[in-house]
């Protein structure tokens, strides 16, 4: 029972404390509070591994009288997010502290990702729905100051515009958790299956705004170039992962008609988000500027995961639970391709969200296109057939995107080294390692393809067919 | 050893060895040219070895279809993955042929590459691209398909940006690879539908399914099995979608023998043929295979007869090759097929395999593949002189070679169905026809280019048998200086010669793998005589075949009349300009190509006007002064995380008094 609470109890209360200590007038030395967030963060993750392994569960009444309690526990679902959050949070900390920012800089981003990544966990693994809607608000304020910390030595504009997107941010992300609680305290009140149609409608919206789905897609792309890679690896596994288990878990069960019904509108928002993020990315990618165009890659990214998920069957929920994961390793890569300029390990990362076989990506894409092409959710069949074609066009074009960036990549490296680059022989040690270790991952993933299916089997097949725990 | 471990080992080789050889090449010996060598050259001799294990008779019973569990399969909710792979006696065969082909190649490309740092990188690439078309092969799964058919575009496309710094290549394997990423999308799409409407992705499961009373009629199956017919065309090459075929000219020429002959194009046949039966059930996929395999067929003749460069020439070959064998599916009665296919698979990859090894060496002697520089070439160079006659022999597909026999059994067995009035037989049989004498017109161009005689060769010839029989006076002075030294016996004493041969000259290995391959096209025709490689009910019609030869022995007079009194003895310097200049540029594809690339651009840039629309509303919001969010954002900036640290504690307490 402490592992469990230890899981997300010890990161947020080390955040938090980090994210005070940055603050203070005369800091700590910055060895003590990179130490202090590795050991927290390491301290959680091997809970984490434990509790993924042995699945304790904790159930406590809280409030009786608003039928409110305090119940986690390890399931399917959470046995595969929660060291997957924890070893993220291993990686993130680490290549903060390996990193050469502001004293500052590092102890508030790492107090802050910390505390994300610890709301994160009490989300994966509460399984009280008001418990888990109400914690996912806890992202909110984390995840704008994430974004606001800033680096001491920037210009006006760079923090004018930072400031901007951590606004936009909160918006997104306020708006969102809140539409998601509606949604859970709507279902709450008055249980019954004329409201779920309504019910999944307001689910629908917190969705979008937290996944980026069009039309409100223009954020998360817009971090890539702003905010350092442990920031963007960050924002990739918070708030999908936790997102993605809380509507698993409520939104196929207590609104199960109603995400029948707005399945449809999830399918073509994806459909968009995968479409559209190809040929956005496929216009960035030759411009060196704007990171390659890298930063749609995510918007691609979430597209999947929103078709995954719309198809409603196991097999699309189980795309979407790779999906998720292969995203935040290929952010993780494609950031450290982007900023070190190493050609190889940019290659790798484009060829790992272009698809190919053998990299993370290929096959939640191809279990994506199967789940849509054999969805038997309420709605248009030819909708999803559609659906699950431009998933595949969209693959093609996002190729489009991969090969202008390597192009321009390598007419960069031409002539005179970039200012970014750093010679081989002068690279840190760390960074190269979580860098070898996030490819490793990728390939991992790509090569054992059913680890994760048997995994979450059980527990998807449960919720899916309506049985009864 | 027990049948199914020989089948399981002889997969795991077939597949894993070449697979695992590429990543060892990539990771861990990219600096060490020889020990790339070695991993290579032995991890395609695994793969031939594993072939050979899986074609080999267990517990004295034929080898026959095993199922072999690749990766643990997986059940998606009502959906099955169980991700098989088939040794079938046809696809072991083939898997053999290709696995030949792969050790030949590593072992030329070691020598071609000598000096090249680089090597290791298209070594590691060429085992990739012989793993995949062997996954390609051998899967009983379309997922498995799938990973085998991208990976060997990705195989291809590195292969091709080999020489980085070489003009165009960037842009020519970029242009390969995602025009197989586009052409893929009906492919893909295709299987897959059929996997979704089946409930399975296993290619006997989506058989059954879908050839149940009624099925075959539906929309669905109809388009799925147009968009897998059209995606096979276009991995085959076959026109218009020629294109990425020509962009592989860029690529080390071993690395090209390998996409022609045992890449891309053998496993879009192999997935033809393994899929025939389903495809045809839907009229119109057989009809668009029969009318694009024969046009075709005709044009890559025609184009081969004029193309300037021998690449350009073993490319449209390729298309030719692949349309025959394409075609040979559509025409021949279904339990016919593969057994008719495979000899001619076969023969494809023996010829293009000996021919482009041919031109890598001639383009280490002579520095290019034109054909201008490669005219008289074994002239200069007699040690090609062997290899040439053997391939322009089998190109012509004369007797008694692999490709004299394969044709023999595609045309004998073509005539037999068109008799019977079909007319997609009759037209295949006709284009078969056609192609066999435009071969042989292609054999004949290409033997009288290598063998060529310059105008200053011929007299200086010309002149010794005239000076034979002119007697002229020798004087004293000249015997003295002119006649070679004796010794005290008045032997002739042998002097080292002046002159040391530099002459570039493959290594034992290259030579063997030159050997090999040259005894294959010359006796592999007897595939034929292993039980199940030859169709049952075969009845040679000698009085066809005899007639098709004489119309190639025409064509080859044609052929050599029309290169007399040429400077480079290339008979397609009669030919039209335009019509060379339309081969050598692969009919236009390529500005083809660029045109519908607008069909993507155009709507990028309609989203990115859009987008950045949608980029100036929210920005207005946030930007200004007076919003709530912006005084949110001022009054954080003044009192600190301390009151977020505040509301914790309090929303702590609040929870501990309650609970």
Same mark, same amino acid.
């Given at each position: 029972?402490?592992?469990?609470?230890? /899981?997300?109890?010890?990161?947020?209360l080390?955040?938090?404390?980090?994210?005070?200590l940055?603050?203070?007038?005369?800091?700590?030395?910055?060895?003590?509070?990179?130490?202090?967030?590795?050991?927290a963060?390491?301290l959680?993750?091997?809970?984490?591994?434990?509790?993924?392994?042995?699945?304790?569960?904790?159930?406590a009444?809280?409030?009786?009288?608003?039928?409110?309690?305090?119940?986690?526990?390890?399931?399917d679902?959470?046995?595969?997010?929660?060291?997957?959050?924890?070893?993220?949070?291993?990686g993130?900390?680490?290549a903060?502290?390996?990193s050469?920012?502001?004293?500052?800089?590092r102890?508030?981003?790492?107090?802050?990702?910390?505390?994300?990544?610890?709301?994160?966990?009490?989300?994966?693994?509460?399984?009280?729905?008001?418990?888990?809607?109400?914690a996912l608000t806890g992202?909110?304020?984390?995840?704008?100051?994430?974004?606001?910390t800033?680096d001491?030595?920037?210009?006006?504009?760079?923090a004018q515009?930072?400031?901007?997107?951590?606004?936009?941010?909160?918006?997104?992300?306020?708006?969102?958790?809140l539409?998601?609680?509606?949604?859970?305290?709507?279902?709450?009140?008055?249980?019954?299956?004329?409201?779920?149609?309504?019910?999944?409608?307001?689910?629908?919206?917190?969705?979008?705004?937290?996944?980026?789905?069009?039309?409100?897609?223009?954020?998360?792309?817009?971090?890539w170039?702003?905010v350092?890679?442990?920031?963007?690896?960050?924002?990739?596994a918070?708030?999908?992962?936790p997102?993605?288990?809380?509507?698993?878990?409520?939104?196929f069960?207590?609104?199960?008609?109603?995400m029948?019904?707005?399945?449809?509108?999830?399918?073509?928002?994806?459909?968009?988000?995968?479409?559209?993020?190809?040929l956005?990315?496929?216009?960035?990618?030759?411009?060196?500027?704007?990171?390659?165009?890298?930063?749609?890659?995510?918007?691609?990214q979430?597209?999947?995961?929103?078709?995954?998920?719309?198809?409603?069957?196991?097999?699309?929920v189980?795309?979407?639970?790779?999906?998720?994961?292969?995203?935040?390793?290929?952010?993780?890569?494609?950031?450290?391709?982007?900023?070190?300029?190493?050609?190889?390990?940019?290659?790798?990362?484009?060829?790992?969200a272009?698809?190919v076989?053998?990299?993370?990506?290929?096959?939640?894409?191809?279990?994506?296109?199967?789940a849509?092409w054999?969805?038997?959710?309420?709605?248009?069949?030819?909708?999803?057939?559609?659906?699950?074609?431009?998933?595949?066009?969209?693959?093609?074009?996002?190729?489009?995107w991969?090969v202008?960036?390597?192009?321009?990549?390598?007419?960069?490296r031409?002539?005179?080294?970039?200012?970014?680059?750093?010679?081989?022989t002068?690279?840190?040690?760390?960074p190269?390692?979580?860098?070898?270790?996030?490819?490793?991952?990728?390939?991992?993933?790509?090569?054992?393809? /059913?680890?994760?299916?048997?995994?979450?089997?059980?527990?998807?097949?449960?919720?899916?067919?309506?049985?009864?725990? | 050893?027990t *049948?199914?471990?020989?089948?399981?080992?002889?997969?795991?080789?077939?597949?894993?060895?070449p697979?695992?050889?590429?990543?060892?090449?990539?990771?861990?010996?990219?600096?060490?040219?020889?020990?790339?060598?070695g991993?290579?050259?032995?991890?395609?001799?695994a793969?031939?070895?594993?072939?050979?294990?899986?074609?080999?008779?267990?517990?004295?019973?034929?080898?026959?279809?095993?199922?072999?569990?690749?990766?643990?399969?997986?059940?998606?909710g009502?959906?099955?993955?169980?991700?098989? #792979?088939?040794?079938?006696?046809?696809?072991?065969?083939?898997?053999?042929?290709?696995?030949?082909?792969?050790?030949?190649v590593?072992a030329?490309?070691?020598?071609y590459?000598?000096?090249?740092p680089?090597?290791?990188?298209?070594?590691?690439a060429?085992?990739?691209?012989?793993?995949?078309?062997?996954l390609?092969i #051998?899967?009983?799964?379309?997922v498995?398909?799938?990973?085998?058919?991208?990976?060997?575009?990705?195989?291809?496309?590195?292969?091709v940006?080999?020489d980085p710094?070489?003009?165009?290549?960037?842009t020519?394997?970029?242009?390969?690879w995602?025009?197989?990423?586009?052409?893929?999308? %009906?492919f893909?799409?295709?299987?897959?539908?059929?996997?979704?409407?089946?409930?399975?992705?296993?290619?006997?499961?989506?058989?059954?399914?879908?050839? *149940?009373?009624?099925?075959?009629?539906?929309?669905?199956?109809v388009?799925?099995?147009?968009?897998?017919?059209?995606? $096979?065309?276009?991995r085959?090459?076959?026109?218009?979608?020629?294109?990425?075929?020509r962009?592989?000219?860029?690529?080390?020429?071993?690395?090209?023998? #390998?996409?022609?002959g045992?890449g891309?194009?053998?496993?879009?046949?192999?997935?033809?043929?393994?899929?025939?039966?389903?495809?045809?059930?839907?009229?119109?996929a057989?009809?668009?295979?029969?009318?694009?395999?024969?046009?075709?067929v005709?044009?890559?003749?025609?184009?081969?007869?004029?193309?300037t460069?021998?690449?350009?020439?073993?490319?449209?070959?390729?298309?030719?090759?692949v349309?025959?064998?394409?075609?040979?599916?559509?025409?021949? %009665?279904?339990?016919?097929?593969?057994?008719?296919?495979?000899?001619l698979?076969a023969?494809?990859? $023996?010829?293009?395999?000996?021919?482009?090894?041919?031109?890598?060496?001639?383009t280490v002697?002579?520095?290019?593949?034109?054909?201008?520089?490669?005219?008289?070439?074994?002239?200069?160079h007699?040690?090609?002189?062997r290899?040439?006659a053997?391939t322009?022999?089998s190109?012509?597909?004369?007797p %008694?070679?692999?490709?004299?026999?394969?044709?023999?059994?595609?045309?004998?067995?073509?005539?037999h169905?068109?008799?019977s009035?079909r007319?997609?037989?009759?037209?295949?049989?006709?284009?078969?026809?056609?192609?066999?004498?435009l071969g042989?017109?292609?054999a004949?161009?290409?033997?009288?280019?290598?063998?060529?005689?310059?105008?200053?060769?011929?007299?200086?010839?010309?002149?010794?048998?005239?000076?034979?029989?002119?007697?002229?006076?020798?004087?004293?002075?000249?015997? #003295?200086?002119?006649?070679?030294?004796?010794?005290?016996?008045?032997?002739?004493?042998?002097? *080292?010669?002046?002159?040391?041969?530099? &002459?570039?000259?493959?290594?034992?290995?290259?030579?063997?793998?030159?050997?090999?391959?040259?005894?294959?096209?010359?006796?592999?025709?007897?595939?034929v005589?292993v039980?199940g490689?030859?169709p049952?009910?075969?009845?040679?019609n000698?009085?066809?075949?005899a007639?098709?030869?004489?119309?190639?022995?025409?064509?080859?007079?044609? $052929?050599?009349?029309?290169s007399?009194r040429?400077?480079?003895g290339d008979?397609?310097?009669?030919l039209?300009?335009?019509?060379?200049?339309l081969?050598?540029?692969?009919?236009g594809?390529?500005?083809?190509?660029?045109?519908?690339? $607008?069909?993507?651009t155009?709507?990028?840039?309609v989203?990115r006007?859009?987008? &950045?629309?949608?980029d *100036?509303?929210p920005?207005?919001?946030?930007?200004?002064?007076?919003?709530p969010?912006?005084?949110?954002?001022?009054?954080?900036?003044?009192?600190?995380?301390?009151?977020?640290?505040?509301?914790?504690?309090?929303?702590?307490?609040?929870?501990?008094?309650?609970?």
């Amino acid at each position: 029972m402490i592992a469990l609470l230890a /899981t997300f109890a010890v990161p947020i209360l080390t955040g938090l404390a980090l994210v005070a200590l940055g603050r203070l007038e005369h800091q700590l030395p910055q060895q003590i509070c990179a130490a202090l967030s590795c050991a927290a963060a390491v301290l959680a993750a091997c809970c984490a591994v434990w509790v993924g392994v042995e699945r304790p569960r904790l159930s406590a009444a809280w409030l009786p009288e608003l039928e409110l309690g305090l119940r986690l526990g390890v399931d399917d679902l959470a046995a595969v997010f929660v060291p997957a959050l924890a070893l993220t949070s291993v990686g993130v900390v680490l290549a903060l502290a390996a990193s050469g920012q502001s004293r500052r800089q590092r102890a508030g981003v790492a107090g802050c990702a910390l505390v994300l990544f610890g709301v994160a966990q009490l989300v994966v693994i509460s399984q009280d729905l008001a418990t888990a809607a109400l914690a996912l608000t806890g992202i909110v304020a984390p995840g704008w100051a994430l974004v606001r910390t800033g680096d001491d030595d920037e210009t006006d504009d760079q923090a004018q515009a930072r400031d901007a997107l951590a606004q936009r941010l909160l918006v997104h992300q306020g708006a969102g958790t809140l539409a998601i609680l509606t949604a859970v305290l709507i279902a709450g009140s008055a249980p019954g299956h004329h409201l779920h149609t309504a019910i999944a409608a307001v689910l629908l919206v917190g969705v979008v705004l937290l996944l980026g789905l069009p039309p409100v897609h223009g954020l998360l792309p817009r971090l890539w170039g702003t905010v350092p890679v442990p920031v963007l690896v960050t924002f990739a596994a918070v708030p999908a992962v936790p997102l993605l288990a809380l509507v698993v878990r409520f939104g196929f069960s207590a609104a199960s008609e109603g995400m029948d019904t707005v399945a449809p509108v999830l399918a073509v928002l994806g459909a968009l988000a995968v479409l559209g993020g190809g040929l956005l990315a496929l216009t960035d990618g030759a411009d060196r500027r704007a990171s390659f165009g890298a930063g749609w890659v995510a918007l691609v990214q979430s597209g999947m995961l929103a078709l995954a998920l719309a198809s409603g069957t196991v097999a699309g929920v189980q795309a979407a639970v790779a999906t998720a994961l292969a995203s935040i390793v290929v952010v993780a890569v494609l950031g450290a391709g982007v900023a070190t300029g190493h050609r190889a390990v940019l290659a790798v990362a484009a060829l790992a969200a272009v698809g190919v076989p053998g990299l993370a990506v290929f096959w939640p894409r191809l279990t994506t296109v199967l789940a849509l092409w054999s969805s038997q959710a309420d709605g248009p069949a030819v909708l999803f057939k559609a659906c699950a074609v431009v998933v595949v066009i969209g693959s093609a074009v996002l190729a489009g995107w991969a090969v202008r960036a390597l192009l321009a990549r390598s007419t960069s490296r031409d002539g005179a080294p970039e200012a970014g680059a750093v010679a081989d022989t002068d690279r840190p040690v760390l960074p190269v390692l979580l860098v070898a270790g996030a490819v490793l991952i990728l390939a991992l993933l790509g090569l054992t393809p /059913t680890v994760l299916t048997h995994l979450t089997e059980g527990d998807l097949v449960r919720l899916l067919t309506q049985v009864p725990r | 050893m027990t *049948r199914d471990l020989a089948a399981t080992v002889a997969v795991s080789s077939i597949i894993i060895a070449p697979l695992l050889g590429a990543l060892v090449c990539w990771v861990l010996a990219h600096r060490r040219p020889r020990a790339a060598a070695g991993i290579s050259i032995l991890a395609a001799a695994a793969s031939l070895a594993g072939a050979v294990l899986g074609a080999w008779p267990v517990d004295g019973a034929g080898a026959g279809d095993r199922l072999v569990t690749g990766l643990p399969g997986a059940a998606l909710g009502s959906l099955q993955m169980p991700l098989d #792979l088939m040794l079938r006696d046809w696809t072991v065969v083939v898997s053999a042929v290709v696995a030949l082909l792969g050790v030949t190649v590593q072992a030329f490309l070691r020598w071609y590459l000598w000096t090249d740092p680089r090597y290791p990188a298209a070594a590691a690439a060429s085992g990739l691209l012989l793993g995949s078309t062997q996954l390609v092969i #051998l899967s009983a799964d379309v997922v498995l398909t799938v990973v085998g058919w991208e990976l060997a575009a990705l195989a291809t496309a590195l292969l091709v940006v080999h020489d980085p710094v070489r003009t165009g290549a960037p842009t020519q394997a970029a242009r390969g690879w995602l025009a197989a990423r586009f052409l893929d999308i %009906p492919f893909v799409v295709g299987l897959l539908a059929l996997a979704g409407g089946a409930g399975s992705t296993a290619a006997d499961d989506i058989a059954a399914f879908w050839s *149940r009373p009624g099925q075959a009629d539906t929309i669905t199956f109809v388009l799925a099995s147009v968009g897998v017919v059209v995606g $096979v065309l276009a991995r085959g090459a076959q026109v218009p979608f020629t294109g990425w075929l020509r962009d592989t000219i860029g690529a080390p020429l071993p690395g090209a023998a #390998l996409i022609q002959g045992a890449g891309s194009t053998v496993a879009a046949v192999v997935v033809l043929t393994s899929w025939a039966g389903l495809l045809f059930r839907a009229g119109p996929a057989q009809a668009v295979l029969v009318v694009v395999t024969v046009v075709s067929v005709a044009v890559s003749g025609l184009c081969a007869l004029a193309s300037t460069d021998l690449r350009s020439v073993l490319t449209w070959v390729t298309v030719g090759h692949v349309g025959a064998l394409m075609l040979s599916v559509a025409v021949v %009665p279904q339990p016919e097929v593969p057994a008719v296919v495979v000899t001619l698979l076969a023969a494809h990859a $023996v010829v293009i395999g000996l021919a482009s090894l041919l031109a890598a060496w001639s383009t280490v002697v002579v520095g290019s593949t034109v054909t201008a520089r490669l005219s008289g070439v074994i002239r200069r160079h007699p040690r090609l002189s062997r290899g040439y006659a053997i391939t322009a022999w089998s190109l012509a597909a004369a007797p %008694p070679t692999i490709a004299f026999v394969g044709a023999q059994l595609v045309s004998s067995t073509a005539a037999h169905e068109a008799a019977s009035g079909r007319v997609a037989a009759t037209a295949g049989y006709l284009a078969l026809a056609l192609g066999a004498v435009l071969g042989a017109a292609v054999a004949m161009r290409v033997w009288l280019i290598v063998q060529h005689r310059t105008v200053f060769e011929r007299r200086s010839h010309d002149t010794v048998i005239q000076d034979s029989y002119d007697v002229t006076d020798v004087g004293i002075v000249e015997l #003295l200086t002119n006649a070679p030294q004796v010794d005290e016996s008045g032997h002739t004493v042998s002097r *080292r010669p002046d002159v040391v041969d530099t &002459e570039p000259r493959p290594s034992g290995l290259s030579r063997l793998a030159v050997v090999v391959l040259s005894f294959a096209a010359v006796l592999g025709g007897a595939v034929v005589l292993v039980p199940g490689m030859a169709p049952a009910q075969f009845e040679p019609n000698w009085m066809l075949s005899a007639a098709v030869l004489l119309l190639m022995a025409a064509a080859g007079l044609s $052929v050599r009349i029309a290169s007399l009194r040429t400077v480079f003895g290339d008979a397609a310097e009669r030919l039209p300009r335009w019509w060379r200049s339309l081969a050598d540029r692969h009919l236009g594809t390529a500005a083809i190509e660029e045109r519908l690339a $607008v069909l993507v651009t155009a709507p990028a840039a309609v989203v990115r006007a859009g987008q &950045e629309r949608l980029d *100036r509303l929210p920005d207005a919001l946030v930007r200004h002064d007076s919003a709530p969010i912006a005084r949110l954002v001022r009054l954080w900036d003044r009192t600190g995380p301390a009151v977020a640290l505040g509301c914790v504690v309090v929303a702590g307490l609040c929870a501990v008094i309650l609970w």
